[in-house]
């Protein structure tokens, strides 16, 4: 099977539920043939963010704590300005997501500050490219893009549960984005798919 390209998978997450996010994102991903995914916890990369040279595409995920990314992500983002300083990201592929206990929770704020990031490093950032769901009075929470995202993947978990308290909807949306990712990354590479 001819590989079509690596995804490495990039996050934070303080209580697990970002995490859960991430596992969806690598699932939703590695759903198509020959694409590579790995994941990455956002604080042990830090050390050494040159190991995500090789990914064609990266994913960020972070929860959002008041307004925007965690600390440990911004530790992250700023571990990479030697490779900003020589654009060694230019022309990878990008996308992001971001989970709060609040159903709006400024989530976008989140994606907006890891959309600049990608920007800054010269990436290509790829919305979720769903409608919003459960924006009509038939619609309901189980469905795809919940939350009414388009620059990526929005969840919303209750601050007093654990895991549990993750919406089904939520985690598909994180897999049909790193679908999408994925997609994207052979059309990149010239695979179609």
């Not at 995490?19 to 939703?28: K, L, M």
């Not at 990369?45 to 190991?51: G, I, N, S």
């Not at 996308?95 to 989140?110: E, I, Q, R, W, Y």
């Amino acid at each position: 099977m001819k590989e079509v390209g690596s995804i490495g998978v990039v996050y934070d997450s303080g209580y697990g539920h970002t995490a859960a996010q991430a596992r969806a994102v690598g699932e939703g991903a590695a759903s198509l043939p020959g694409v590579d995914v790995a994941l990455y916890f956002a604080e042990e990369v830090a050390a050494d963010p040159r190991q995500l040279d090789h990914c064609d595409a990266l994913v960020f995920g972070t929860p959002t704590y008041m307004g925007s990314g965690s600390a440990v992500f911004k530790g992250f983002m700023e571990s990479s300005a030697k490779i900003w300083l020589r654009q060694g990201w230019k022309g990878k592929l990008a996308a992001g997501f971001t989970n709060s206990s609040g159903h709006s929770g400024d989530k976008l704020s989140t994606l907006t500050q890891l959309w600049l990031f990608a920007m800054q490093h010269g990436m290509v950032w790829i919305g979720l490219g769903l409608l919003d769901g459960n924006g009509r009075s038939t619609g309901s929470d189980a469905e795809l893009n919940r939350l009414g995202a388009y620059a990526g993947a929005m969840a919303q978990s209750n601050s007093d549960q654990g895991l549990e308290g993750m919406r089904d909807s939520d985690l598909r949306t994180a897999a049909a984005l790193g679908e999408r990712v994925a997609r994207q990354v052979a059309l990149w590479q010239g695979g179609g798919q």
